[in-house]
């Protein structure tokens, strides 16, 4: 049986990662794979509940996190763990790196406390610690993404922070990708869109996933 295969897409609000989401899923399907579309917080019934609290009601950074991991932990055992034991590809839109880059990074709460969730929340029964096989990164100043976002719809309280508060986002997110660089791709987000598109592709044709 073909592998399972698990690629997140992540950036800062505005940066324009959603929309290669279906591409690349319709991309892996015309070479035959199973896709399975998903996105954090959210994904199961349990976590979308959650996905709006976190999204919509005030609270500190411990809880916006515990509530962050906890539908994490939903989301691995009902969607994630299953789908890449049957060999599919599973596309997510964002995952634990928005934590550490939102929570973390833009919060400022601390990075050990995140690290200690991640290990208790992504083990497998394998004993393992489930993480993308790919996370592409798209990167756009945070300026810019702020101009795109704005009146494109009622923003959640987080897309309605200030601009200071996405380039501490960005910092956290380079602090990841830093961190694990063979796990990242970084995508410019400041490319015409067929641009940002061929890039994405290159990455994963450059890992032998499709040719």
């Known amino acids: 049986m073909t592998p399972g295969l698990f690629i997140s897409f992540e950036g800062i609000d505005g940066a324009g990662k959603s929309s290669h989401v279906q591409a690349l899923a319709d991309a892996f399907r015309q070479h035959g794979r199973t896709v399975t579309l ?45 789908a ?13 790196d928005a934590t550490f880059a939102y929570q973390g990074g833009g ?4 990075w ?45 309280k987080f897309e309605s922070q200030p601009v200071e508060f996405f380039a501490r986002v960005a910092a956290g997110y380079d602090r990841r990708a830093a961190a694990q660089p063979k796990r990242f791709a970084r995508i410019a987000g400041d490319q015409p869109r067929d641009a940002v598109w061929r890039d994405v592709l290159r990455s994963i044709e450059q890992r032998g996933w499709l040719r």
Not at 62 to 71: H, I, Q, R
């Open 112 to 156: 050990t406390v995140l690290s200690q969730l991640e290990c208790w929340v992504q083990a497998t029964p394998q004993a393992m610690l489930r993480e993308p096989d790919l996370t592409l990164l798209f990167e756009l100043d945070p300026i810019i993404a702020a101009q795109r976002l704005a009146g494109a719809r009622v923003p959640d």
């Open 84 to 96: 890449l034991a049957r060999g599919e590809v599973v596309l997510c839109d964002r995952f634990t």
């Open 38 to 82: 998903t996105r954090e917080p959210g994904g199961t019934p349990l976590a979308e509940k959650l996905r709006t609290l976190a999204l919509n009601d005030p609270m500190d950074a411990l809880t916006e996190a515990l509530l962050m991991f906890a539908a994490r932990r939903d989301h691995l055992m009902q969607v994630i763990e299953p």
């Open 107 to 110: 919060r400022g709460f601390d």
